[in-house]
Each structure stands twice: as structure tokens, then as C-alpha cells.
């Protein structure tokens, strides 16, 4: 059981940049697929973006904006977000699984989310 903590929300203004962190203990995060998800404020939870140890997707509405990054000698996984805008203004999620099989979805260990809030 890898057990996730989420960092790095805060307020930001539209076309600012900011990067979350997702750190893990109790397992070796290189073990598994990390996913991003997002939930706005009235709104289901979205995917945002996942890295295996094949490939890394993006939704469409953070491609080109969004990159995803191992840091393996500290057991995390970062989401540097570029170029915000209020749209992405959520509490953001960071879940792991074991498999690489569909990564938008199957998660089993979650975080506590860290809140992003862009203002225009």
C-alpha cells in the first residue's frame, strides 16, 4: 500500500505557471502509474494526466500546457502546470495503481487533493 500526499496549490493568476507535487511513502512509486485527476467545485472528477512506466497522456483540455515528471530519488511524481486559466481551477488528486492498463482510469490509493485556484 503506497500511501500519496499532495503539494503545491495555491492562488494564482491566469497564464502563471505552478508545479504540484505528489510524494509517496510506503512504496516505491517507480512501481506504478501515477495519475492526476481534478475536481471543480460542482463538478465530477476529471482526468487530468498519467505517467507510466510506457507512456504519459494528457486530457485534451491540459495538452500542451501540462507535463508530468518522475523524481525518483525522492519517491514523487510532479504535475508543472503552464500558461493556467480559471478553468483549471480545482482540487487536484494525485492516485496510484500498479498496472499500466487504461491509465484514465482503475486508481486504488489516493490523496487528500491540494487546492489550485486561478484567478483572471
Known amino acids: 500500500q503506497v500511501n500519496l500526499v499532495e503539494s503545491g496549490g495555491r492562488v494564482v493568476q491566469a497564464g502563471d505557471s505552478l508545479t504540484l507535487t505528489c510524494d509517496a511513502n510506503?512504496?516505491?512509486?517507480?512501481?506504478?502509474?501515477i495519475g492526476w485527476f481534478r475536481q471543480a467545485p460542482g463538478k465530477d472528477r476529471e482526468f487530468v494526466a498519467a505517467?507510466?512506466?510506457?507512456?504519459?497522456v494528457y486530457d485534451d483540455s491540459v495538452k500542451g500546457r501540462f507535463t508530468l515528471s518522475r523524481d525518483n530519488d525522492k519517491n514523487a511524481v510532479h504535475l508543472h502546470m503552464n500558461n493556467v486559466i480559471p478553468e483549471d481551477t480545482a482540487i487536484y488528486y494525485c492516485?496510484?495503481?500498479?498496472?499500466?492498463?487504461?491509465?484514465?482510469?482503475?486508481?486504488?490509493?489516493w490523496g487528500q487533493g491540494t487546492q489550485v485556484t486561478v484567478t483572471s
Open positions: 492516485a496510484a495503481k500498479k498496472d499500466s492498463n487504461d491509465l484514465r482510469s482503475g486508481y486504488d490509493n
Open positions: 510506503g512504496d516505491t512509486l517507480r512501481r506504478y502509474s
Open positions: 505517467i507510466s512506466w510506457i507512456t504519459t
